[in-house]
T-cell receptor, first 115, second 111 residues
Framework: DAGVIQSPRHEVTEMGQEVTLRCKPI?????LFWYRQTMMRGLELLIY????????DSGMPEDRFSAKMPNASFSTLKIQPSEPRDSAVYFC?????????????FGPGTRLTVL | QKEVEQDPGPLSVPEGAIVSLNCTYS??????FMWYRQYSRKGPELLMY????GNKEDGRFTAQVDKSSKYISLFIRDSQPSDSATYLC???????????FGTGTSLTVIP
C-alpha cells in the first residue's frame, strides 16, 4: 500500500483565497483524522471521521474551516477565506478499528502558507 | 491546563547516551499511551504503545507508564544519530477515539 496520500504537498496562497487540501487514506482503514501542526501549539486535532461520517469537529477553529468525506477513499479540508494565521502543516491520518486503532498512519502533510 | 504536557526541549546528547523523554497528563481516563517519532518535514510514525501501567521494551526503546503519577516516559538506550527527530507522546481512553498529543520534544544525537 502506498500509505496515506496528501495533496498538494505545498500551498502558497493569498489572504482571502479558498484553499482545498486532499487526502486518500489507507485502504481498509475506517477512521480518518485531520490535524494541524504549528511550532507554538503542536499537533491539534481538527476533525475525525468514522466510516465516512464526521464524529467530532470540535477542533475546527471556526466556520471558515469545513471537511468532507464523500467516500472511504477520499477526504477534503477546505478553508474559505484563508487567513495568515492558518499557515501551518496539515496532516491527514488513518487507522483501523480494534487493536490496531492505536496506530495512526500519517500522510506527509501539506505545508500551507497564507500571505 | 492542556490535557498532555511535554517539554519541547531541544535536547542534545552525544552518541551512545541514554535519553529520557517524558510527558504528564491530567485525564485519569487515559489508558492507551503511545510514542510517535517525527523526522523533519515528515509525518509522525508510531514507535510503540502501552496499555495501562507498566513497561514495554522494543529493542533500544523502553516505554514506561506510571498512572498513579500521570507520567509516562520513553527511554532510548545507546542513542544513534538516526534517532535525531521530534518525539511526540499521545494517549486516549479505552472508549475514546480521539488521540491527545503532546507538543513534542526535539532530540539531536551528536556523532
Amino acid at each position: 500500500d502506498a500509505g496515506v496520500i496528501q495533496s498538494p504537498r505545498h500551498e502558497v496562497t493569498e489572504m482571502g483565497q479558498e484553499v482545498t487540501l486532499r487526502c486518500k487514506p489507507i485502504s481498509g482503514h475506517d477512521y480518518l483524522f485531520w490535524y494541524r501542526q504549528t511550532m507554538m501549539r503542536g499537533l491539534e486535532l481538527l476533525i475525525y471521521f468514522n466510516n465516512n461520517v464526521p464524529i467530532d469537529d470540535s477542533g475546527m477553529p471556526e466556520d471558515r474551516f469545513s471537511a468532507k468525506m464523500p467516500n472511504a477513499s477520499f477526504s477534503t479540508l477546505k478553508i474559505q477565506p484563508s487567513e495568515p494565521r492558518d499557515s501551518a502543516v496539515y496532516f491527514c491520518a488513518s487507522s483501523r478499528t480494534g487493536a490496531h486503532h492505536n496506530e495512526q498512519f500519517f500522510g506527509p502533510g501539506t505545508r500551507l502558507t497564507v500571505l | 491546563q492542556k490535557e498532555v504536557e511535554q517539554d519541547p526541549g531541544p535536547l542534545s546528547v552525544p552518541e551512545g547516551a541514554i535519553v529520557s523523554l517524558n510527558c504528564t497528563y491530567s485525564n485519569s481516563a487515559f489508558q492507551y499511551f503511545m510514542w510517535y517519532r517525527q523526522y523533519s518535514r515528515k509525518g509522525p510514525e508510531l514507535l510503540m504503545y502501552t496499555y495501562s501501567s507498566g513497561n514495554k521494551e522494543d529493542g533500544r526503546f523502553t516505554a514506561q507508564v506510571d498512572k498513579s503519577s500521570k507520567y509516562i516516559s520513553l527511554f532510548i538506550r545507546d542513542s544513534q544519530p538516526s534517532d535525531s527527530a521530534t518525539y511526540l507522546c499521545a494517549m486516549r481512553s479505552i472508549t475514546g477515539n480521539q488521540f491527545y498529543f503532546g507538543t513534542g520534544t526535539s532530540l539531536t544525537v551528536i556523532p
